[in-house]
Structures are given as C-alpha cells and as structure tokens.
Nanobody, 122 residues
Framework: QVQLVESGGGLVQAGGSLRLSCAAS????????MGWYRQGPGKQREMVAT???????TYTDSVKGRFTISRDNAKNTVYLQMNSLKPEDTNVYYC????????????????WGQGTQVTVSS
C-alpha cells in the first residue's frame, strides 16, 4: 500500500504565496510521474501541474508563470510553489503519484492524497 500525505494549504491574500508538499510512503519500488490537481465544488478535478521522474514538467495554462512544481526523489516528495495567488485559485488541491509498488511486478498504479484546502481572499 502507498500513502500520500499533503501539507501546506491554508488561507492567503491575493498576491500571496503558498508551498504545498506531498510525501509518498509505503511499498514503492519506483515512483513515476507525480502531480497536483485541484477540484472546486461541483466541478471536475483538473490537472494543475505534473512532473516526471526525470523532471519534465507540464502546467495548465492558468498557472504558467505563477506556479512551479518540483520533486525530491530522495525524499519521495513533490512540491508546488504557488506565487501571485488569485481568488480563482481557491480549491482543494490533490496530489497524485504513479507508482510501481513491487520489483517483481511491472504494474503501475495511481494513488491520491487526501487533499488540502487552499483559499485565496480578495
């Protein structure tokens, strides 16, 4: 089993910054791509940013130039630095990791964190 524990959410004024962290633990043979997603009330979950094990990143257009995703492979942790936050960034943010749990099996699985609330006041 794999667990993802997120931290770093909170309340911030527009223009401020927050840094989210997500640490993966448990049965991890290989940690593949990791990413951050967000979901508002009554809306579908959307991709915010992803990063491969080699460090290649992708971002949704609305956060380009403001958010930066990074990872520390030694700590099995992914980060999301969020700058110049806007009220429309208010959402629950979820971490996702694609994991190969066992060396003897080639299967990879997606795991999700519990979510962390980010609220940006105007």
């Amino acid at each position: 089993q794999v667990q993802l524990v997120e931290s770093g959410g909170g309340l911030v004024q527009a223009g401020g910054s927050l840094r989210l962290s997500c640490a993966a633990s448990g049965s991890i043979f290989r940690l593949n791509a990791m990413g951050w997603y967000r979901q508002g009330p009554g809306k579908q979950r959307e991709m915010v940013a992803t990063i491969t094990s080699g460090g290649t990143t992708t971002y949704t257009d609305s956060v380009k130039g403001r958010f930066t995703i990074s990872r520390d492979n030694a700590k099995n942790t992914v980060y999301l630095q969020m700058n110049s936050l806007k009220p429309e960034d208010t959402n629950v943010y979820y971490c996702k990791a694609n994991v190969r749990p066992y060396a003897i099996r080639v299967n990879n699985y997606d795991y999700w964190g519990q979510g962390t609330q980010v609220t940006v006041s105007s």
